[in-house]
């Protein structure tokens, strides 16, 4: 059905060890072979010489805004933008609307999903959702999140706002360390936060914009690796922006605690600077920090502490991102990017070899939500990557299969590219 020959590449494949110029043998939509002079009558062959050929990757942290927010993203355009930053397989968020937060919303984003994936011409992207951790986004009463698990849901989060009541909190991991799910939380202590629309820094005082400390994230990512510890459950930090943070999921680590943390590229490589340059296009949540917290993310990519890379893809309509710095919404695409930017700014750099990079966008992130992909195992599904890490090339937003076009990587001159993205055998 789905045979497919590719030959001569750079197999990375960290699951497993991989890292070696072979052949790889698809057959019907499943990883077959891998090995040197392969032969396959009848199947399609690609000739990967000079590309690296890796499992697909993995987004666990992207806003697909359906339903509710189709003017800013749909789950089609959504997928075709992460198809074509070479991501085979997305999580997305609960804050849609209405909420992601009962097992037949999660049941409907899946026959969505499904429904886009059998299009002749729509790239074949796998949508995991996750649901709501309480009602409406609300924070007073948790969601059936049994439920939702089973209707599909790979995990729960209120990304975007944090669950306050600590015993609600308490309650959900409870329940992760019973059912194993990761808990996702989105952590900024919102009494300390309430107004801001950057960093508290330099920056902000010079421009006169409240600020968001440290501490408000810090606090949370404190509060909830001991909720953890004290249930058991799984608490999954998302995008990591302090050096706070980062030693507090080090030391939770060092203690045992079911502690995984993610991170996205703005936070790694652009400070609360960049908000006077780009003004709203640099208005995230959390805030780009300072020089200071983005070694310290260095630092944990490099030890481990930071397990996972996500974009943490928010779409907004140009018209929402004119409201100026006080008005506008928070957050930046990210899915077109990601892998140049990971390419560029860590492996080139040094920060972490390719092997590194390249677990921390598939095997570990699939790990996180406990997800089938990830791997190119023999009789695994044949979700793949090809890249080409020499190519140099500037990022034109106008050419995003996105629907919007909010991102300060406009124009960015960047070095390694994915040109071509497989989903069970089949070519995006």
Known sequence: MHNLLIQNGHIIDPANSVDEIS??????????????????????????????????????????????????????????????????????????????????????????????????????????????????????????????????AVGVSDDGVTVMNSALMRDALALSAKLDFPVMVHCEEHNLNAGAVMNLGETSRKLNLMGSPNAAEDIIVARDIMLAEMTGGHIHILHVSTAGAVDLVRSGKQRGVNVTAEVCPHHWILTDEEVEKQGTNAKMHPPLRTQRDIEAILEGLKDGTIDAIATDHAPHTPYEKALGLKDAPNGIIGLETCLPLVLTYLVDAGHLTLKEAIAKLTCIPADIVGINRGTLSINAVADITLIDTQKTAKYDVEKSFSKSRNTPFADWQLKGWPVMTIKEGIPC
Not at 50 to 61: A, C, R, S
Not at 73 to 92: H, P, Q, R
Not at 110 to 129: F, G, H, L, Q
């Open 23 to 152: 052949d790889l043998l698809i057959i019907d939509g499943k990883i077959a072979k891998i090995g040197t002079n392969l032969i396959a009558d009848g199947s399609k062959k690609i000739d990967a010489t000079g590309l690296t050929v890796t499992p697909g990757l993995i987004d666990i942290h992207v806003h697909l805004r359906e339903p509710g927010y189709e003017h800013k993203e749909t789950i089609a355009t959504g997928t075709a933008a992460a198809a074509g930053g070479g991501f085979t397989s997305v999580v997305c968020m609960a804050n849609t609307s209405p909420v992601t937060d009962t097992p037949e919303k999660v049941k409907n984003l899946c026959d969505i999903a499904k429904r886009n994936s059998e299009k002749r011409d729509s790239p074949k992207t796998n949508v995991y959702p996750v649901g709501s951790i309480t009602k409406k986004l609300a924070g007073e009463e948790l969601t059936d999140i049994q439920g939702m698990l089973a209707a599909g």
